[in-house]
């Protein structure tokens, strides 16, 4: 089977210890009528049925863009119409095998009580075998056809995740034509970091994230062991974004990969989103808005997971209650309290992860360890 590999990314989990940083396209959708906020947030934890509940609840009287989503959304997840993604990708083999995926994404985003990854890997198996020459003589063990699925995409000219795997409860699929490799330097807080930046451009597939959302919602990038990669058209390299978001958000993922090699994905979220949360300043109030309404504790989405805690942890220390849901309330409160009191959780979080050694896995779900 595909091996369980946490992605920054993943969006999204992909490769050895990354996790997807979202972006979004920046524009807001008008309608009063769809709750574009909750069918996004369904989206996100690969959970699309009760996204189709929401729509068949509106049936008419809705404005040209929000008709055009829903019939987009019925296409894709019911009614079998969606554009032919093989005559939309310019290499014949790359097309069939998003084909595969896509089919599998579908499914598994329709049912969430079943585990498609045994069909997923009796599809790509022979896949490999009929148009991947150096594993047709071999046999292909589950827990390695990601590994070939990687040397065969690269084999094509194009670029993937170093081995094929998981972002959350899904095996998710990036595709790239273009790369281009450079430095940045910054501070963290106290620390200077130099890092490699991978900027990514040219994509065929953004993985499930952006299949689930129409494009929505997709990885902004990851990082890995001690690289950073960047979907470049997702930022402004000038803007707070890219420089808290992205760098600030992966930089310290790098950091906790170093320190805590086996941090689960939750905190390891739960760490870079405080980060986030205090340095920013002009995208401070739209963070908190987006994580307050892609919070959920039950979710196996470490992203949707940590936003509820580090919500939860923030609305604790500055409201006194358990979670503060109106945003309203936060722009009450000054924004350099909020940068302080977001870095005191960091560093509380810090001193706990340092009390149980280099081995910690994880505090925020110690009991699933």
Not at 121 to 144: C, E, H, M, T
Not at 157 to 165: C, D, I, L, Q, Y
Not at 213 to 236: I, K, M, N, Q
Not at 246 to 275: I, V
């Amino acid at each position: 089977m595909f091996k369980i590999l946490i992605q920054f990314q993943l969006l999204l989990g992909l490769l050895t210890q990354a996790v997807p940083g979202f972006s979004q396209h920046q524009y807001e959708h008008p309608s009063q009528d769809l709750n574009y906020d909750q069918i996004y947030a369904y989206g996100l934890d690969a959970n699309i049925s009760p996204a189709l509940d929401l729509l068949k609840q509106f049936s008419g009287d809705l404005s040209v863009e929000d008709q055009t989503f829903k019939q987009r959304f019925l296409d894709r997840f019911v009614d079998g119409k969606e554009i032919d993604i093989e005559a939309s990708v310019p290499h014949q083999k790359i097309g069939e095998l998003l084909t595969i995926f896509r089919g599998y994404w579908r499914m598994s985003m329709l049912d969430t009580t079943q585990n498609f990854d045994g069909h997923l890997a009796s599809q790509v198996g022979p896949f490999l075998k009929k148009n991947y020459p150096p594993v047709r003589d071999i046999a292909i063990q589950r827990d390695s056809i990601g590994y070939y699925l990687s040397r065969y995409i690269h084999s094509q000219g194009f670029f993937t995740t170093k081995e094929v795997g998981k972002t959350g409860r899904l095996v998710d699929l990036p595709i790239w034509q273009t790369q281009l490799d450079t430095i940045y330097t910054f501070e963290l807080h106290k620390d200077k970091l130099q890092v490699p930046v991978v900027m990514m451009k040219d994509f065929l597939s953004l993985g499930w994230l952006q299949y689930a959302t129409l494009g929505r919602h997709y990885p902004g990038g990851w990082a890995r062991e001690d690289t950073l990669f960047c979907v470049r058209s997702a930022y402004d390299l000038d803007s707070e974004q890219f420089q808290v978001s992205y760098l600030a958000h992966e930089g310290r993922h790098l950091e906790d990969y170093q320190r805590y090699p086996n941090l689960k994905s939750y905190d390891l979220e739960y760490r870079a989103k405080l980060t986030e949360l205090s340095l920013a300043r002009e995208s401070l109030f739209d963070l908190i808005s987006f994580f307050i309404k892609q919070s959920n504790k039950e979710s196996k989405n470490p992203h949707q997971f940590a936003n509820y805690y580090l919500i939860r942890d923030l609305s604790r220390s500055l409201f006194k209650k358990e979670f503060e849901a109106d945003l309203e309330q936060w722009k009450a409160v000054r924004p350099d309290k909020i940068n302080r009191t977001a870095f005191k959780l960091l560093k509380k979080n810090a001193k706990q992860l340092r009390k149980r050694g280099k081995s910690v896995k994880s505090l925020l779900k110690p009991e699933s360890i």
